[in-house]
């Protein structure tokens, strides 16, 4: 008998049908016993006289018979059924499942990852993050970006010289990337306009609510651009594309993302928050703040922050023609949480070599970096969106490690 | 000026437009010169009296006027132009890009990637597989698989103990994943059906040419399988939606994928391959025998090896029923290499405590692994292909490096 999925038995009513599932919960009552399949898709109920030593995450077949039933999830049950149990569960659970919530503590949680990530609400939030990052993918596929696929070993500990894990790599030292920036940049050389999603990996020992040591990077690179006013545009659309895709993929609720994101420059952002004027970056506090001037003047939750200091920003960021002791950088902010940092690159060999030179770093170890520009390359930039992030953001999630299924921090390694 | 592409230019007649890229060639005759541009999409033909000190790969910007002119690629060239220059190439490159093939030998490709990936034939590679993985994301996301994105720092060197590359976590040691086969059974008990694609890490000290220390694995795993053929099946599927989306998006001609791809039993497969009935795997120049008996025999260019020995195969594998010294475990060669390596897998947790125990291995390395079998697991498997073997295979690149943007080796971790 082929498999049909909870959520179409009410397409099949007084049929005989075939459900597959885990036991999500057992109710005894005294003449009846209610035991509801858990699916891929939904719930399930099942009617019988005596379930026996049915365990709760049992994995079972039912036979049975779609009934009518008005109080059951569905308004369908499944009547005078024959069950084959595939693996029995014969030791407590650690928590249950069957409640609107988990009760039990976030540690408890990730300890026991393969069983609280099938809780509805933890089993949704990866559902969002699926949905959101293939709208990623399809936003920028119909605005013609390339998929590409880049190393998460490296030579050098470039970049940013701090926070890198470093491996054994046949007896000598190599790195995890920070980030794809070097060599999504190659590739606008290549295809113009790049895309990747792929883990990037920070070995910050800092244990917040915001912060894991891998995580999923949205990124993107884009050439013959005017300046980040560009990129700014293309993300916005790119933004508006994922959080449709949530909405389509999953029913969940989002929030709108205007045509034009609102934009205060560093300087203002600074006045806007409170801050000294000399402030080189913005603290978690003048984030929030942001957030809310952005949903209190424009109606937003979404604010763009442009022009961050040189100074507080990497050597490959292009300034501010205007003022160069500004760069053409931005952050995007939802719901006051930095999300997206992004922004318009240097482009001139010449710039590269100055700028290293500047900053006290050896060429040799950029060489096949500084090719790309040594050989040609137009106007670019581009941005890396946090998923996790993101998503903890859009569904209320106070931690990061609510939406990932298996985080990283320094702290936790497993499962 | 709105930028348009030079795969658009035919359909401008006698406009004035903006085309922008790389110089691609610059022939300078005694009356004329032809500079070609090169941008994502193709080539455009320049025509001027004198085109100055301009060097190839510099990034232009040329508004011109669209002139029919049959000799010219597409049909068109532009006259009249201006050019602007965004940077200029003013150092001698290390080889041609104008040339049909790459003269300069792999290792110097690879050494000036940035470069050499802007060849047409290299492109191309690149864009075949980005559109192999789009085409294995939608074939699998018809059949309602879910995304995931899995831990690459693992706690401890299971699954296969040698070949796994050590970083230091914090002070302690930790691992780079080899497979997120462990995370992808854990994601079945929540969403049934799971796929991803991402980095694997081999340490393998072995230069051969369809080796890599990092490569891009695209994994799948579902629950509720009868056995291994059901996985089989679903694998087929996966790849003709796979090629169907290389030939869609790049034009690239593609085999036939059977309906039903032959599939031989190990057994056989050693009497076929001429090879000794106590073999415990098939060698590469057996591979290549069977991949020539499936094109003789039954047209196809790929085939199914079916029930490898229990012994060559890992411990969460599933035996098979009818004899225990084989497996439900499989092979799928594509042109006499093997691309897929998949199975069913145990899934009660009394199996893979006897496997476990029965290979001497601690128990406590895989408490979390383990969990997703003691809460109850529906009987399941799943496949593993390796992008840059099969794109190598299809496109007819005797080295998977060919077809990686910047590959990495025992010998290569740069750029």
Redesign the interface.
Known sequence: MQ?ILSTELAAHPYEKVLV?G??HRVRRLKSVTFVIIR??AGLAQVVMADAGELTE???VSVVGTVTPNEQAPGGVELTGPEIHV????D?P?PFELHRPALTASLPTQL?????A??HPAR?AA??I??AA??GF?AAL?AR?F???????????ATESGANV??????G?P?Y?AQSPQ??KQ??V?????VYE???V?R?E?SDTARHL??Y?SLDAEMG?IADHRDVMAALTGTIAGMFGAVTERTGFAVPEVPAEIPAVHFAEALKIAGAPADEPDLAPAHERALGEWARREHGSEFVFVTGYPMRKRPFYTHPDPADPSYSNGFDLLFRGLEIVTGGQRL???EDYVAALSASGEPLAAY???L?????????HGGWAIG?ERLVARLIGAANVREV???P?D?HR???
């Open positions: 498999r597959e885990w036991v699916d891929a995450e049992s994995v595939h693996s029995a569960v030791v659970l300890d026991h990852a393969a069983l990530l099938r089993r990866l559902r993050s699926a990052t293939a993918r596929e013609r390339v998929e590409i696929q880049t190393p998460k070993i490296v030579e050098s894990f470093q491996l054994d790599y046949f000598r190599a995890l070097f060599f190659m590739m050389g290549v295809f113009e306009r999603v792929g883990p990996f070995a020992n040591t891998q999923t013959f482009h001139r060999y060489a096949g970096y090719d790309t520009f040594r050989y040609g390359m137009p106007p998923l990932t299924a298996f990283r320094p390694v497993a499962p």
